[in-house]
């Protein structure tokens, strides 16, 4: 099997964990030194990477939906679309977001994943109508990023003790 064939696989894998809660599994397929971004969250290094699956697994309490399609392997990497629906923790509002992925894999390891969606979407589904009218603003999307850094620290301040 070819290197591009082995990383569409790897991608799917991740994925297919995703879809059955398995945090564990996605964190697994990350390698030590990997690096993680999307508009939400900004740059996590791998060890919050693999605690941002895990707490939105857990947070979700099995009313997280996740959808993929479109995955695609090449010599260094791959891509996938995925998509996911829950209800926002906060506001308890439906939310359906889009996302493109892409990856960096190196030995059968992720070491780059970049989450790539609409932001003023997301905080208009997840916020109403603050989002709504200030989701595309650095106010919103800096507000968010604090709150949810504040929460992955304490999620993983509480997975040590």
């Known amino acids: 099997m070819d290197v591009s064939q082995k990383n569409k696989e790897l991608i799917a894998e991740f994925y297919t964990a995703f879809q059955a809660g398995d945090?564990?599994?996605?964190?697994?397929?990350?390698?030590?030194?990997?690096?993680?971004?999307d508009p939400a969250f900004g740059?996590?290094?791998?060890?919050?990477?693999?605690?941002?699956w895990s707490m939105l697994v857990e947070r979700?309490?099995?009313?997280?939906?996740?959808?993929?399609?479109?995955?695609?392997?090449?010599?260094i990497g791959g891509s996938a679309h995925w998509e996911a629906k829950y209800p926002f923790g906060e506001t308890g509002r439906k939310v359906h977001n889009k996302i493109d992925a892409h990856f960096e894999i190196k030995d059968g390891k992720i070491i780059k994943h970049v989450d790539r969606f609409n932001f003023w979407k997301w905080s208009?589904?997840?916020?109403?109508?603050?989002?709504?009218?200030?989701?595309?603003?650095?106010?919103?999307?800096?507000?968010?990023?604090?709150?949810?850094?504040q929460l992955l620290k304490k999620y993983m301040?509480?997975?040590k003790s």
């Not at 740059?43 to 941002?52: I, S």
């Open 23 to 37: 945090a564990a599994k996605m964190g697994s397929l990350y390698a030590d030194q990997a690096s993680f971004e």
């Open 43 to 52: 740059q996590l290094q791998a060890a919050e990477a693999r605690a941002m």
């Open 60 to 75: 979700s309490k099995g009313q997280l939906n996740i959808d993929f399609s479109d995955v695609r392997g090449t010599d």
């Open 124 to 149: 208009s589904m997840a916020l109403g109508l603050p989002g709504m009218l200030l989701g595309f603003t650095p106010i919103i999307k800096n507000g968010v990023r604090k709150n949810v850094h």
């Open 157 to 159: 301040e509480k997975q």
